[in-house]
């Protein structure tokens, strides 16, 4: 359905003049729990967003639409780590029923980013997240751009920050698609439970060129430089064992842990929404390569396997011919490896379901508990990796299964399907489902 902020405004002022309303209401004096009228998902469809009256809670200021949850920031600037700007200003129309009507694009994308980030609050309570993330936390809309960049949304962790660049497409605004929002919320917890301290830099995202393109930056140390760092000796590699162990190492890392943060991250987009084409609701062209919903059987029994990151990994180090085109090849190949991953893990939710007699959406909130449970054991083996002992898939699918603690057989099967496929298979010896009790263990053969 094309929704844009424009047609979602026109919507919504057109039929507030077919009633009685106060155009100027005092809307910076209003705060509490105020209903205003939005855009969000539709309870009937996954695909569709209708317009409702949704409360928002704990508002301090409607005319900022600050409060509880959030707070934002119009065209901010980072100092010292930290977003810096003024409030941006919204109009609201009060009707007859004393319920508000956002008058411009501008209010309605901060009505929606707030509404549904008090939602994604109550998320991370109900899936043991509760005590991650600080509240209200901060946005920045209308940031300004270089070079034209738009139809993007970015998480940065060291502000602890969400930032928009304008929507240009004739599509679900990134602002209004509650699966991206929750795709990026997502990002705030890995950056806490597993990349804080560790490897910060590993986001999909390159936090330096964002910046400098969005122009929010005011630290000069935070701009990246324009000339490309040469990669030394790749040029004149010609085969994958002459590689510096530390810079494969290190390479191979950063790719797994954007791969694992984005593919993590579709998983939560999923896991809120239910629709498993939530980035396309956006980005159309994205459908084919980031859908959770596949035909092929063989795309879903499978996660990336430590020998084939490596070798492609190698080939992009050596056919690289400096650290932008190596850093752009690795986050392309980030979003390769994340669709394997969730993907995997909406097949898991697949399977809870049957297997536990629960509904679609319990279901999916099982797997979300599961995962949150086994960030902690991400960071650990990311931790103590090192030239000799790679962290992988296999070990974060004995992460995953310590986390579930009983097993149904399906689920046992499932799990151990995918270690086997994914380079689980040690010594010739395969993964297999042994019943103790009442529940089912992976087992090695």
Same mark, same amino acid.
């Given at each position: 359905?094309?929704?844009?902020?424009?047609?979602?405004?026109?919507?919504?002022?057109?039929?507030?003049?077919?009633?009685?309303?106060?155009?100027?209401?005092?809307?910076?004096?209003? +705060?509490?729990?105020?209903?205003?009228?939005?855009?969000?998902?539709?309870?009937?469809?996954?695909?569709?967003?209708?317009?409702?009256?949704?409360?928002?809670?704990?508002? +301090?200021?409607?005319?900022?639409?600050?409060?509880?949850?959030?707070?934002?920031?119009?065209?901010?600037?980072?100092?010292?780590?930290?977003?810096?700007?003024?409030?941006?200003? =919204?109009?609201?129309?009060?009707?007859?029923?004393?319920?508000?009507?956002?008058?411009?694009?501008?209010?309605?994308?901060?009505?929606?980013?707030?509404?549904?980030?008090?939602?994604?609050?109550?998320?991370?309570? &109900?899936?043991?997240?509760?005590?991650?993330?600080?509240?209200?936390?901060?946005?920045?809309?209308?940031?300004?751009?270089?070079?034209?960049?738009?139809?993007?949304?970015?998480?940065?962790?060291?502000? #602890?920050?969400?930032?928009?660049?304008?929507?240009?497409?004739?599509?679900?605004?990134?602002?209004? $698609?509650?699966?991206?929002?929750?795709?990026?919320?997502?990002?705030?917890?890995?950056?806490?439970?597993?990349?804080?301290?560790?490897?910060? &830099?590993?986001?999909?995202?390159?936090?330096?060129?964002?910046?400098?393109?969005?122009?929010?930056?005011? @630290? #000069?140390?935070?701009?990246? @430089?324009?000339?490309?760092?040469?990669?030394?000796?790749?040029?004149?590699?010609? %085969?994958?064992?002459?590689?510096?162990?530390?810079?494969?190492?290190?390479? *191979?890392?950063?790719?797994?842990?954007?791969?694992?943060?984005?593919?993590?991250?579709?998983?939560?987009?999923?896991?809120?929404?239910?629709?498993?084409?939530?980035?396309?609701?956006?980005?159309?062209?994205?459908?084919?390569?980031?859908?959770?919903?596949?035909?092929?059987?063989?795309?879903?029994?499978?996660?990336?396997?430590?020998?084939?990151?490596?070798?492609?990994?190698?080939?992009?180090?050596?056919?690289?011919? #400096?650290?932008? /085109?190596?850093?752009?090849?690795?986050?392309?190949?980030?979003?390769?490896?994340?669709?394997?991953?969730?993907?995997?893990?909406?097949?898991?939710? #697949?399977?809870?379901?049957?297997?536990?007699?629960?509904?679609?959406?319990?279901?999916?909130?099982?797997? =979300?508990?599961?995962?949150?449970?086994?960030?902690?054991?991400?960071?650990?083996?990311?931790?103590?990796?090192?030239?000799?002992?790679?962290?992988?898939?296999?070990?974060?699918?004995?992460?995953?299964?310590?986390?579930?603690?009983?097993?149904?057989?399906? /689920?046992?099967? *499932?799990?151990?399907?995918?270690? $086997? $496929?994914?380079?689980?298979?040690? %010594?010739?010896?395969?993964?297999?489902?042994?019943?103790?009790?009442?529940?089912?263990?992976?087992?090695?053969?």
């Amino acid at each position: 359905m094309k929704f844009d902020f424009q047609r979602i405004t026109a919507a919504i002022l057109m039929a507030t003049t077919l009633g009685a309303c106060s155009a100027n209401p005092d809307s910076a004096s209003t +705060s509490g729990d105020v209903k205003v009228l939005a855009p969000m998902n539709d309870a009937s469809s996954k695909n569709s967003y209708s317009l409702q009256f949704i409360d928002l809670i704990g508002l +301090s200021n409607l005319q900022e639409v600050s409060g509880k949850f959030v707070r934002f920031f119009f065209s901010p600037r980072i100092i010292n780590n930290h977003l810096n700007g003024s409030a941006p200003k =919204g109009r609201f129309i009060r009707n007859t029923d004393g319920n508000y009507v956002p008058g411009n694009d501008l209010s309605q994308q901060m009505v929606v980013i707030y509404a549904h980030m008090q939602r994604l609050a109550a998320l991370d309570a &109900e899936v043991g997240a509760g005590d991650v993330n600080k509240w209200p936390r901060d946005v920045g809309i209308g940031v300004r751009v270089k070079g034209g960049m738009s139809n993007n949304a970015f998480y940065d962790g060291k502000t #602890d920050s969400m930032l928009f660049v304008p929507y240009t497409q004739p599509d679900l605004p990134i602002a209004a $698609n509650g699966g991206i929002l929750a795709h990026e919320h997502f990002h705030s917890l890995f950056y806490k439970l597993v990349l804080k301290g560790l490897n910060e &830099e590993a986001s999909v995202h390159d936090r330096n060129l964002f910046l400098q393109a969005s122009g929010i930056s005011a @630290d #000069d140390k935070h701009t990246a @430089d324009a000339t490309p760092a040469p990669i030394g000796r790749l040029e004149a590699r010609s %085969d994958f064992r002459s590689l510096d162990k530390d810079e494969l190492q290190e390479a *191979y890392h950063t790719a797994l842990m954007r791969g694992l943060n984005e593919g993590f991250a579709d998983f939560w987009g999923w896991m809120y929404t239910g629709n498993p084409d939530f980035i396309a609701a956006s980005l159309p062209s994205q459908k084919s390569v980031r859908s959770l919903e596949v035909k092929n059987a063989d795309l879903v029994h499978t996660m990336p396997s430590e020998l084939n990151v490596r070798r492609d990994v190698s080939f992009f180090m050596v056919n690289s011919g #400096d650290s932008i /085109e190596l850093n752009s090849n690795l986050i392309g190949y980030a979003y390769t490896l994340g669709t394997q991953y969730s993907r995997v893990l909406k097949r898991l939710s #697949d399977i809870t379901k049957e297997a536990r007699n629960l509904s679609e959406a319990d279901a999916r909130l099982q797997v =979300g508990k599961w995962l949150v449970k086994t960030l902690p054991s991400v960071r650990a083996g990311l931790a103590a990796a090192d030239n000799e002992n790679f962290y992988n898939s296999a070990k974060l699918l004995d992460g995953l299964t310590e986390s579930m603690g009983e097993l149904q057989q399906s /689920e046992c099967e *499932y799990l151990a399907l995918v270690q $086997n $496929n994914s380079g689980g298979i040690i %010594d010739g010896k395969k993964k297999t489902c042994k019943q103790v009790d009442s529940s089912w263990k992976v087992v090695t053969e």
